[in-house]
């Protein structure tokens, strides 16, 4: 028996001893693996970027005609002159400033009339079957129509601009809400009711929190649609902005010019999708944290 003991005690002075990490170490180790991961992320986009533009400037310099298919130079060439000469209807700021002018203002006033329509047929099953007809007639109208519409009848400035934004913008949000108000558990808003809460107080305190994900998600593409709905009223008619340089690009075969301002207007959407992404994640902190990454494309 004492043997037994002796060897029981070898055995357990022999064993390994494991360090317990403290919560300082497994932060830090966590902030590390999540740095590697980042640098490896954006390495890798670098890395697709380069080879992109790599094999289209050697594509154009040696297989294709750069007339019609441009090249990442002379797309370059063009950014810097725009940037530093300016164009032939002004400086490049004063034509960017136009567009986001109008993408901004049309955004702001398609996202709250998609909100508020949407969430008050969401909520009244009659009126939404009623109007739904209606709403999807205009829907199916192509918006390059409306823009001409807009044109004749408010001419070739700001308004016109504004109100084919709003109208690409409006059911975009329009519809997300309506689902998002449509979503809402019934059994909550049952027993709100019962506690003797106002229909006012059920959409601004249960229905409008509930339909907030559905309404913020639909955002991030509403966004780019005011962006489209701002070119293509400019592309149509306009005295400025970043639609009528595509639009004369195109007229005088300048394809580096069509290009870049492109680019322009992908570097708007990308800072806009910034900006609205910090203002979702500030707004649904509430929200549990979602696991993975697919979320994220």
Known sequence: MSLDVT?????????????????EQILARVRTQARRTKIRTWSLRALIVAVWLGSWQLTA???????????????WDRLVEWFTEGTQFGSIWLQLYTTVQEAVLGFAIGTVAGIVLGVLLG???????????????????????????????????????????????FFA???????????VDGNVIDNARILGASRRQ????????????????????????????????????????LGLLISN????????G????????TVVALVAEWLIGLAENRLLKWRPSQSGSGHRI
């Open 123 to 169: 909520r009244s099953r009659y009126w939404a079957d009623v109007l739904a007809p209606f709403i999807k007639a205009l829907n199916a109208v192509p918006r390059i129509v409306l823009a001409s519409l807009f044109i004749i009848w408010f001419g070739l400035g700001l308004q016109s601009k504004v109100a084919t934004v709003v109208v690409l913008v």
């Open 258 to 265: 069509i290009y870049a301002g492109m680019i322009i207007i």
């Open 249 to 256: 690009a195109q007229g005088t075969f300048d394809a580096a």
């Open 202 to 241: 059920v959409l601004g305190s249960i229905v409008l929190p509930s339909a907030t994900t559905w309404i913020l998600s639909s955002l991030h593409t509403a966004f780019g649609f005011a962006l489209i709905g701002a070119v293509v009223g400019e592309y149509a008619g306009a005295s400025k902005g």
């Open 61 to 75: 310099t040696y297989w294709i005609d750069p007339f019609f298919y441009s090249k990442p130079s002379l797309i």
């Open 7 to 23: 060897a029981i005690e070898k055995t357990a002075t022999a064993a390994p001893e494991f360090e317990v990490e403290t919560e």
């Open 173 to 183: 949000v329009f519809f997300n809400a309506f689902t998002g108000a449509r979503e």
